[in-house]
C-alpha cells in the first residue's frame, strides 16, 4: 500500500488551511474603546470595577492593558493622613472628564473605609461629568449614530466575579 507523496502533501496544505482563522473587515464607526491603565495597585484594582461598568453603561469598550481611542487614568496615592484618588478621561492628552476625590482619617486604623470614601467622591464626579459629557461627544448608548441606528448596548456585566479581581 503506497500512497503517493503528493496525495498526503495535499491533504496536509488542504487541513492546515481550513484550521486558519477567517478575519472580519474594519468597519469604521464602531464603538469607542477606552484604554484601562496597565500597572494598579492592589488597591486600585478593587475599585476599577466600579470604572468599568460606569465606562460600559455609557458605551464605551474598556480594553485591558490597551491603547484605545479614550485613555483612562486612574490613581489613588495614599500619604500619612489623606487619600487622594484621580480619575480622568482624555483623548489625545485632552481631558475630557475629570473626578477627583480627598479623604482623610487616622494612620494605620481603617484606611480602606478612608480609600472608600476618596473614591467615592471622585467617582460621583467622574460619572456625573461622564454622562454630561456621552451624549455630546456621540458615544452614549442612548444616541444614535446617524439619527437612524442606535448604537449597540455593550452594558452587560463585566466578565469576571466579584471573587476573582480582573487584572489590568
Avoid at 472580519?24 to 500597572?39: D, H, I, K, Q
Avoid at 484621580?86 to 482619617?105: M, P, Y
Avoid at 461629568?129 to 458615544?139: A, V
Amino acid at each position: 500500500m503506497k500512497f503517493p507523496f503528493r496525495t498526503i502533501a495535499i491533504l496536509m496544505l488542504a487541513a492546515v488551511a481550513s484550521c486558519a482563522p477567517s478575519r472580519t473587515p474594519f468597519s469604521p464607526g464602531g464603538p469607542t474603546t477606552v484604554g484601562m491603565p496597565a500597572e494598579l495597585s492592589d488597591r486600585e484594582r478593587i475599585f476599577v470595577p466600579e470604572i468599568d461598568s460606569a465606562l460600559r453603561r455609557e458605551g464605551l469598550v474598556p480594553v485591558r492593558n490597551g491603547k484605545g481611542d479614550l485613555q483612562l487614568d486612574f490613581s489613588m496615592a495614599a500619604g500619612p493622613i489623606n487619600i487622594d484618588t484621580r480619575i480622568a478621561l482624555s483623548e489625545d492628552g485632552a481631558v475630557l472628564v475629570q473626578g477627583n476625590g480627598r479623604a482623610a482619617g487616622a494612620p494605620l486604623i481603617g484606611r480602606s473605609s478612608v480609600a472608600e470614601k476618596s473614591f467615592g467622591e471622585a467617582f460621583e464626579e467622574f460619572s456625573a461629568g461622564l454622562s454630561r459629557t456621552s451624549g455630546g461627544r456621540g458615544w452614549s448608548s442612548a444616541s444614535s449614530s446617524f439619527g437612524e441606528n442606535p448604537q449597540p448596548d455593550y452594558s452587560q456585566e463585566p466578565a469576571y466575579s466579584e471573587d476573582t479581581l480582573p487584572v489590568y
